[in-house]
């Protein structure tokens, strides 16, 4: 036992005592619910306070110095008010605890780091070591009763084994720590006399350097008696009102309901045992210190990252923004929203496509995979989902469906979706692409799918994919050896109601733009009677333009579009008509100030009016990332427009619509 032992006591004393006075609830767990001073007083911690704490007494953050704070993710013990010191009266507290200063100890790393892994005890080059002697020696004031040690070794240089003695036994032999890893190890120590004494060290250390001790962090946690009056507590603690809860993520909310919930039931139940109280205990604890609040965004902010209401990443790329009038599902009222549809990047280039709802347009709520890829064949025959959906496919058609939407080979991108007052259907149309029997590339089938729902909340049902019209035999064919390719694509309906499929032929070289029938399921007429000038058009032939975004401001139609470098950026154009199918004139890089002529870094999918009062129009692009294509970003940003209509785009961090 330490000779300052009973000055220790005695400052635990007056602390715990001033902790009982304002706070009446009573601490259950054996190890610290009564402690027997010198002097014979007792005193108590309070139950609420160990809880709040995670049971956590001390926190040393090694050789940081006296830092005042932890760091995020790591909790301050009770009895101290610096992540480190020197063995003895801890200022804040009054608590012994610390580090027997020694000769041969180097503080090492980033000294005013807060976080525990940027600083550790080492040994002085040129140490004499004793193994069994040298190491770190630290002594911590604490009740007697059961503690969880645990150690945190860092080590950035090499492999090596470090042991600790508790109490002046071997706890730990020969832990192995690795380089370049955190290794965590811990141990249950009983301690009766009112200071646990640990000692970290590696007794097979010797003249080699790279075998001597280190240490990150110890923490030492009380172990808690598991019983009615501490589950109590803790649903007493991590208790929210409704209100309160709504702020949380549904999957968060649910878990919390559900643990809470079986806490109540174990408080309920005859004859609990303390695996009981352990058991709902641990669980609501760590559904409660897991909890995430719902994103709240006021502003948009270009480039950075976006998550929806569920704090997942928005999964929407390639895709398009509109304002609908929708029945919301829970209430059954007709409301407006925003709608976002796009690509589904989860698991990694194919995917189906998603749906998003918005009040604000900064706030998107998930809405769901509204058209699903399937895996295999079988599936679309058993599985309920597609069972339904394709309840009166043929069997020929399935094979279609599968080819088209499987997520083995299939691409789906830059959906866009129309609503079809013919019909009552919501049309989707997407570049529909994968491999064919003759050509293995994943692009390939450069084809235009398209699918139908009652509802854009889908499930939206895949009729076909298509190749689309060719140039016409008086024109010059940039591509003659495929016809009727489709790729990069969007959709306008105009004020009369005219649909219009906007896309990449011709290898890319070449855009398109071809009406849409009276359903929007199917070019207005068959590639093979097409009328070139009145059924569609091609634009620049050989400008190689493609991710067109079309929209129409005061009776002129314009087109912004991409080069095509693949998930690269490049510089925009702007193309501006008077009419859908009339002549579209280059009015060049709309963007100002993009130093590096890659449209800020970006790839156009979709240009909508945000505001019809204040006339604004929201340039959305992609920013992709090839090596993740899931956490691809977005970037919106206003577009201004000058006397004459020419638009043009500015870039800022972060905007609101006025
Ligand atoms: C550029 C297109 O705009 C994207 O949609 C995607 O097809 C990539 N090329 C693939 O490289």
Redesign the pocket.
């Known amino acids: 036992m330490h000779r300052n032992y009973v000055l220790a006591i005695l400052i635990f004393c007056l602390m715990i005592l001033c902790v009982a006075c304002t706070d009446t609830e009573t601490v259950k767990p054996e190890a610290l619910k009564q402690y027997e001073s010198d002097k014979n007083e007792t005193v108590e911690l309070t139950q609420v306070s160990l809880i709040q704490n995670d049971f956590i007494v001390y926190f040393v953050n090694c050789a940081a110095g006296k830092v005042t704070e932890a760091d995020a993710g790591d909790i301050m013990g009770l009895y101290q008010s610096v992540t480190d010191q020197r063995y003895g009266e801890d200022s804040g507290t009054g608590m012994l605890w610390g580090y027997q200063e020694k000769s041969y100890m180097a503080a090492d790393g980033d000294l005013n780091s807060l976080n525990k892994l940027d600083t550790k005890w080492v040994i002085k080059e040129g140490t004499d070591i004793i193994p069994e002697e040298t190491g770190f020696y630290y002594d911590f004031s604490v009740p007697p009763g059961e503690y969880e040690v645990i150690c945190g070794f860092y080590d950035p240089f090499s492999a090596r084994p470090v042991s600790v003695r508790a109490e002046d036994e071997q706890v730990i032999v020969d832990q192995k720590i690795l380089k370049y890893k955190l290794t965590q190890t811990s141990f249950l120590q009983q301690v009766s006399d009112g200071v646990l004494n640990l000692l970290i060290y590696n007794p097979s250390s010797g003249d080699e350097v790279m075998k001597d001790p280190v240490l990150s962090y110890i923490i030492i946690r009380a172990v808690p008696d598991y019983d009615e009056g501490l589950l109590s507590n803790l649903i007493d603690t991590a208790s929210f009102d409704d209100t309160e809860l709504e702020e949380y993520t549904t999957a968060s909310k649910e878990r919390y309901q559900t643990a809470y919930r079986e806490a109540k039931i174990t408080l309920r139940k005859a004859d609990p045992s303390r695996q009981d109280y352990k058991n709902s205990y641990l669980k609501l604890k760590e559904v409660y210190d897991t909890m995430i609040k719902k994103p709240y965004y006021t502003t948009f902010r270009p480039g950075q990252v976006w998550k929806d209401t569920e704090d997942n990443l928005i999964q929407a790329h ?1 895709g398009q923004v509109q304002r609908l009038t929708v029945k919301e599902k829970h209430t059954g009222k007709m409301v407006e929203k925003w709608w976002w549809v796009g690509e589904d990047k989860t698991q990694g280039c194919r995917g189906g496509i998603c749906a998003y709802s918005s009040d604000d347009l900064y706030n998107w709520t998930f809405e769901g995979v509204v058209m699903r890829n399937v895996s295999s064949r079988k599936q679309l025959e058993e599985e309920e989902y597609f069972k339904k959906l394709y309840a009166d496919y043929t069997s020929e058609q399935l094979d279609k469906v599968y080819t088209c939407i499987n997520d083995s080979t299939s691409i789906i ?2 959906p866009k979706m129309i609503y079809c007052k013919e019909t009552g259907q919501y049309v989707i149309w997407f ?1 529909a692409d994968g491999p064919t029997k003759s050509n293995h590339s994943n692009y390939a089938a450069a084809s235009a799918g398209v699918a139908v729902s009652d509802t854009p909340y889908g499930p939206f049902r895949f009729i076909n994919r298509y190749r689309l019209n060719t140039c016409p035999e008086d024109q010059e064919d940039k591509y003659p050896k495929s016809k009727g390719m489709a ?2 694509m969007n959709l306008f309906v105009d004020d009369d109601g005219t649909a219009y499929i906007i896309y990449s032929s011709e290898e890319n070289l070449t855009l398109y733009i071809s009406k849409l029938n009276f359903s929007y399921t199917y070019l207005a007429a068959d590639p093979k009677e097409a009328v070139y000038g009145v059924d569609f058009i091609r634009i620049f032939p050989g400008a190689q333009r ?2 067109p975004a079309v929209f129409k401001r005061n009776g002129k139609y314009y087109m912004m579009t ?1 080069g ?1 470098t ?2 690269a950026p490049n510089p925009a154009k702007m193309f501006m008509s008077d009419s859908m199918l009339g002549t579209w004139v280059d009015k060049g890089d709309p963007c100002i100030d993009d130093t590096k002529r890659t449209t800020f870094d970006s ?1 156009s999918t979709c240009i909508f009016l945000a505001d019809e009062e204040k006339k604004i129009y929201v340039y959305m692009g992609d920013r992709w990332n090839n090596e993740n294509l899931a956490d691809s970003r977005y970037l919106w940003l206003p577009l201004n427009f000058d006397e004459e209509g020419n638009a043009s785009l500015t870039y800022t961090n972060e905007w609101k619509l006025p």
């Open positions: 390639g991108e830059r570049h790729r990069d493609e991710a991409s095509c693949g998930w790839q």
